[in-house]
């Protein structure tokens, strides 16, 4: 039987595919970058120009580019994603040391969620450093903002990569200490639902599932009152205005309950 590591190399062709070739794009693409106003953005000394290139490439760029080896920020995006998952919850674990499980992760999620995301590229204009196509520079605001958070996590493999993990570190703890002075944590929030089920998934346990178990008042003021179960199990009721809201207000329940049930099936 073939290995994983075979498989994975018929797959993907093998690892290490072009990164070494990337040091050969900085002659051409780094006028279109301003270096040094990204370091004083970032507040970081940057090594290697190219990587950090890659990580402001948007996937519009390439379709007008004659540059064969040159790749969008995509795979840079996936590793910086992972970056800061574990320097959130590496933060969180150490400044709430009286927090319970399903807080720590209900706040983790809030800090890296695409909202997060936007509001940490927002904050440091990642917009201006971007390089994509005009049809995507025009864009409406909603794919605007995409487009920068997902370079922001860019920078952030890109930045790892470079250094290591103490820089990123640093960068991504005064990011996030930033959001917290600024009471963003304090803005109404609807991702309980993703928390519930970042939860459950790292656990082992089934996808939740949300039950409308009634509905009551005249149809221009109803109220819904929602179950989630995870597998056969109730773990939260909730009552809201509409379905969605009473969804999320059934998976804070379940945020509060599951730690211990947790636990207890260990």
């Given at each position: 039987?073939r ?5 994975l190399?018929?797959?993907?062709g093998?690892?290490h ?30 090594k290697?120009?190219?990587?950090f290139?890659?990580a ?7 379709q ?16 910086g994603d992972?970056?800061l ?18 807080a ?8 890296v ?19 994509l196509?005009?049809?995507?520079a ?24 470079d ?15 930033h959001?917290?002075r600024?009471?963003f ?6 991702n ?13 346990m ?12 005249p ?5 819904f ?13 909730g ?16 945020m509060?309950h ?8 260990n």
């Amino acid at each position: 039987m073939r290995s994983f590591r075979h498989w994975l190399a018929s797959r993907f062709g093998g690892m290490h595919r072009s990164f070494q070739q990337l040091p050969h794009l900085s002659a051409v693409l780094t006028e279109k970058i301003d270096f040094r106003q990204l370091e004083q953005t970032l507040g970081y000394r940057i090594k290697n120009q190219a990587l950090f290139i890659q990580a402001v490439v948007h996937r519009s760029y390439l379709q007008n580019s004659n540059l064969s080896n040159l790749e969008s920020n995509e795979r840079l995006e996936f590793l910086g994603d992972a970056v800061l998952n574990l320097v959130v919850a590496q933060f969180l674990y150490s400044a709430y040391p009286g927090a319970e499980e399903g807080a720590l992760t209900v706040i983790r999620s809030r800090l890296v969620n695409r909202k997060a995301l936007i509001y940490y590229a927002r904050a440091l204009n990642i917009r201006d450093f971007l390089l994509l196509s005009m049809s995507a520079a025009q864009g409406a605001e909603k794919g605007a903002d995409t487009i920068v958070a997902d370079a922001f996590e860019a920078l952030l493999g890109a930045m790892y990569l470079d250094s290591g993990i103490q820089p990123v570190q640093k960068f991504i703890v005064h990011q996030v200490e930033h959001a917290l002075r600024s009471g963003f944590l304090d803005a109404p929030d609807d991702n309980y639902k993703s928390a519930l089920l970042e939860f459950a998934q790292a656990h082992g346990m089934p996808v939740p599932r949300y039950s409308v178990i009634k509905e009551e008042g005249p149809d221009h003021d109803r109220t819904f009152t929602v179950e989630v179960f995870i597998g056969k199990e109730s773990f939260g009721i909730g009552i809201g205005k509409n379905k969605k809201e009473a969804e999320q207000s059934a998976a804070e329940k379940a945020m509060k309950h599951l730690p211990r049930e947790a636990h207890e099936r260990n």
